[in-house]
């Protein structure tokens, strides 16, 4: 029941090298060893422990940055 769409796309394409390099920069802070190419020999909650990682840091993020932005109220 494939209809080809994934939900994996970049919404900004720009940002797609960035998001690269950030998948594999988090995959080795948090010690999974995730290689460039076929990683079909990780589990499903190691794949899924990098991405939730990924968000879990950009949320953060741009935290930061919101509070930073908001010295007034």
């Not at 970049?10 to 190419?37: D, H, M, S, T």
Request: positive net charge; proline residues 3%.
């Amino acid at each position: 029941m494939s209809n080809n769409s994934s939900s994996n796309r970049v919404n900004v394409p720009e940002a797609r090298a960035a998001l690269e390099k950030f998948k594999y920069e988090v995959a080795n802070e948090i010690g999974v060893p995730l290689k460039q190419g076929y990683n079909g020999d990780l589990t499903s909650a190691q794949n899924g422990y990098v991405g939730g990682y990924m968000v879990k840091k950009m949320i953060e993020a741009q935290e930061r940055a919101m509070a930073q932005g908001s010295t007034t109220k």
